[in-house]
């Protein structure tokens, strides 16, 4: 038999076993770490909806935080908006969910992508991961997104929002403390954070959209996470009403496989909170910034199970592909994403990826 049909032939079988034990062991820690909007698992309480950056430990609870100055900011890849095709496997892109009423008293207000990664050498034993990479901060490089549709804001301008953990190596060659640092994993450093990002300003310098002015970030430093068979890390983030404007609160919250917990409060500068504006939510695991791409070994397998919650009755709930994101990875759907509801104005959408 021709080798290229053997290879097939393996991939199709590995892609079976994948699927089945992902259902049964990914979905533990789907359930184990959820989050509802602004309400923890039962042991720990609401985070303070107050601006600024939020840590929680078992012994002090919630307490404020240091957020990143600009200045740090700046050693950041930023989550640049897509200028050609996004590639996920066969330039799939990634899985958001959405809904066909545009009436605008039915916008998203909440929005959470949980990932579990998974991977299993032959015979297919749970432990083991393989290496991933990306292509601009090597190894152990990458992002949990969940990322807002654009919008019309201010200024006649176009705009973007997206939650976000990010593993990378910091720009400019120097640490988030200003000491030099070359590429590589010790140099490695997370954060977690809300982007609000002026694609008219981002994108106004050719080529790309590489113009740091266009992005803000209110971002904290984070217990830094290795790729390992069991992470899991769930993003959220919605809109919480502010007295005396028009705009509200943007509010995300990040809980990681080690039991550390974060939340960001930020005024919404652009507008996401307007009525109507936030449509559509997407969501998966992709490269660091700056439109770089995870490169995950063969074999690793990822659960993403995104939730969005409307104002109102939704009509015509559907799936859509999003390409707003210049980040990739090289992973390929297992089959279609599948989508349930639950009570009037919440659908999830779980996908499963392998390479």
């Given at each position: 038999?021709?080798?290229?049909?053997?290879?097939?032939?393996?991939?199709?079988?590995?892609?079976?076993?994948?699927?089945?034990?992902?259902?049964?062991?990914?979905?533990?820690?789907?359930?184990?770490?959820?989050?509802?909007?602004?309400?923890?698992?039962?042991?720990?309480?609401?985070?303070?909806?107050?601006?600024?950056?939020?840590?929680?430990?078992?012994?002090?609870?919630?307490?404020?935080?240091?957020?990143?100055?600009?200045?740090?900011?700046?050693?950041?890849?930023?989550?640049?908006?897509?200028?050609?095709?996004?590639?996920?496997?066969?330039?799939?892109?990634?899985?958001?969910?959405?809904?066909?009423?545009?009436?605008?008293?039915?916008?998203?207000?909440?929005?959470?992508?949980?990932?579990?990664?998974?991977?299993?050498?032959?015979?297919?034993?749970?432990?083991?991961?393989?290496?991933?990479?990306?292509?601009?901060?090597?190894?152990?490089?990458?992002?949990?997104?969940?990322?807002?549709?654009?919008?019309?804001?201010?200024?006649?301008?176009?705009?973007?929002?997206?939650?976000?953990?990010?593993?990378?190596?910091?720009?400019?060659?120097?640490?988030?403390?200003?000491?030099?640092?070359?590429?590589?994993?010790?140099?490695?450093?997370?954060?977690?954070?809300?982007?609000?990002?002026?694609?008219?300003?981002?994108?106004?310098?050719?080529?790309?959209?590489?113009?740091?002015?266009?992005?803000?970030?209110?971002?904290?430093?984070?217990?830094?996470?290795?790729?390992?068979?069991?992470?899991?890390?769930?993003?959220?983030?919605?809109?919480?009403?502010?007295?005396?404007t028009p705009y509200g609160d943007l509010v995300s919250l990040a809980i990681l496989g080690d039991g550390t917990f974060y939340s960001v409060v930020v005024p919404d500068y652009y507008g996401l909170s307007v009525q109507g504006h936030w449509q559509q939510a997407s969501g998966t695991i992709l490269g660091a910034g700056g439109?770089?791409?995870?490169?995950?070994?063969?074999?690793?397998?990822?659960?993403?199970?995104?939730?969005?919650?409307?104002?109102?009755?939704?009509?015509?709930?559907?799936?859509?592909?999003?390409?707003?994101?210049?980040?990739?990875?090289?992973?390929?759907?297992?089959?279609?994403p599948q989508m349930a509801f639950s009570g009037c104005c919440t659908i999830t959408v779980s996908t499963f990826s392998f390479v």
């Amino acid at each position: 038999m021709p080798s290229r049909f053997k290879s097939k032939r393996v991939r199709i079988v590995l892609g079976l076993v994948l699927i089945l034990v992902v259902l049964t062991v990914a979905a533990f820690g789907y359930y184990e770490y959820r989050l509802q909007q602004g309400r923890l698992i039962p042991s720990v309480p609401k985070p303070p909806l107050v601006a600024g950056c939020h840590e929680y430990t078992k012994s002090q609870g919630w307490r404020t935080v240091e957020c990143l100055t600009p200045e740090q900011v700046r050693h950041i890849p930023p989550p640049q908006p897509h200028v050609s095709p996004l590639a996920q496997g066969g330039g799939n892109g990634v899985v958001g969910g959405a809904h066909l009423n545009t009436v605008t008293e039915s916008p998203i207000t909440f929005a959470g992508v949980n990932i579990n990664m998974i991977a299993y050498p032959p015979p297919f034993l749970l432990g083991w991961i393989g290496s991933e990479t990306d292509s601009k901060s090597g190894p152990d490089g990458f992002s949990i997104q969940l990322n807002t549709n654009t919008y019309p804001g201010r200024n006649s301008h176009t705009y973007w929002d997206q939650f976000v953990v990010q593993s990378f190596t910091p720009l400019n060659g120097a640490g988030l403390n200003s000491q030099p640092c070359s590429s590589g994993s010790a140099c490695r450093v997370d954060v977690f954070g809300i982007w609000q990002i002026d694609l008219n300003v981002a994108c106004s310098t050719p080529p790309g959209c590489g113009n740091l002015n266009g992005y803000s970030c209110s971002c904290v430093l984070i217990t830094a996470q290795i790729l390992t068979a069991s992470y899991i890390a769930l993003v959220q983030g919605f809109v919480e009403p502010a007295a005396g404007t028009p705009y509200g609160d943007l509010v995300s919250l990040a809980i990681l496989g080690d039991g550390t917990f974060y939340s960001v409060v930020v005024p919404d500068y652009y507008g996401l909170s307007v009525q109507g504006h936030w449509q559509q939510a997407s969501g998966t695991i992709l490269g660091a910034g700056g439109g770089s791409r995870a490169q995950f070994a063969t074999p690793s397998a990822v659960q993403t199970t995104l939730s969005v919650t409307f104002a109102g009755p939704v009509l015509l709930e559907h799936t859509y592909i999003d390409k707003t994101t210049a980040e990739s990875n090289n992973l390929g759907y297992i089959g279609s994403p599948q989508m349930a509801f639950s009570g009037c104005c919440t659908i999830t959408v779980s996908t499963f990826s392998f390479v």
